[in-house]
């Protein structure tokens, strides 16, 4: 099956900086990548996701990239608030079975 | 906005007894997902459903862990016994449907907690 990790396990950066996220996969049929965004004690919510047609999408602050040949994709942020502070997931899933296999996780901490 | 509901949102239970926790997606989502989240981990599948019907159990421990959408709405996931390991949050999520590159909404969860 797909096997996704992510690095680095732990971010911390100053507010108004940027940060970037990588994760790699596996599975090189996958060709769905979202990341999904988890505060403390609340729901995993998805912030951004790319498919493998596209090379970049961006959403305001927020953008993500994929290398479909080295099967890596990664999230960056730019200008962080502290409101960013986050656990972000990424996930890979192969098209038509919408199975999501997620990474470990990134906390993202951002210093006012 | 229309969200996944999930009860309880917390559950303590000793080893060995019998839990059991419930999902109502968002209506008209004919995809539903339970997830097992370590503390530190990633959300895990446990059982993806079609409707009424599983269309992946894979990951699911079927010797304790049991899961149903008896009318292809709302489910639940039952385990029995409860093991220490068992300690996780359960999330369950929804989509319109497989086939389609459609993202997941997530419900609050439930956190067990087996002592």
């Known amino acids: 099956g797909e096997n996704v990790e992510q690095h680095p396990s732990t971010l911390s950066v100053q507010e108004g900086d940027s940060a970037v996220i990588k994760c790699t996969y596996s599975?090189?049929?996958?060709?769905?990548f979202p990341w999904y965004k988890q505060e403390l004690g609340k729901r995993p919510q998805l912030i951004i996701d790319i498919r493998s047609n596209v090379g970049e999408k961006k959403d305001q602050r927020i953008a993500v990239t994929l290398n479909k040949t080295a099967k890596h994709f990664s999230l960056h942020i730019t200008e962080t608030q502290p409101e960013d502070s986050a656990v972000y997931f990424c996930a890979a899933s192969i098209y038509g079975n919408n199975r999501l296999a997620f990474g470990k996780g990134n906390q993202v901490v951002v210093i006012p | 906005e229309a969200e996944v509901a999930q009860s309880p949102r917390y559950k303590i239970t000793e080893k060995s007894q019998a839990v059991a926790f419930w999902c109502d997606p968002i209506?008209?989502?004919?995809?539903l997902y339970w997830y097992r989240q370590i503390l530190g981990q990633g959300p895990e599948l446990l059982v993806q459903f079609q409707d009424e019907s599983v269309v992946d159990d894979s990951q699911l421990p079927k010797d304790r862990f049991s899961a149903e959408r008896l009318k292809g709405v709302d489910s639940t996931l039952k385990i029995q016994p409860a093991e220490l390991g068992d300690s996780a949050m359960y999330l369950c999520?929804?989509?319109?449907?497989?086939?389609?590159?459609?993202?997941?909404?997530f419900g609050n969860g439930t956190r067990l907690t087996v002592t």
């Open positions: 999520a929804s989509s319109p449907g497989t086939g389609q590159l459609q993202p997941l909404h």
């Open positions: 209506s008209g989502h004919a995809t």
């Open positions: 599975d090189s049929a996958s060709n769905y």
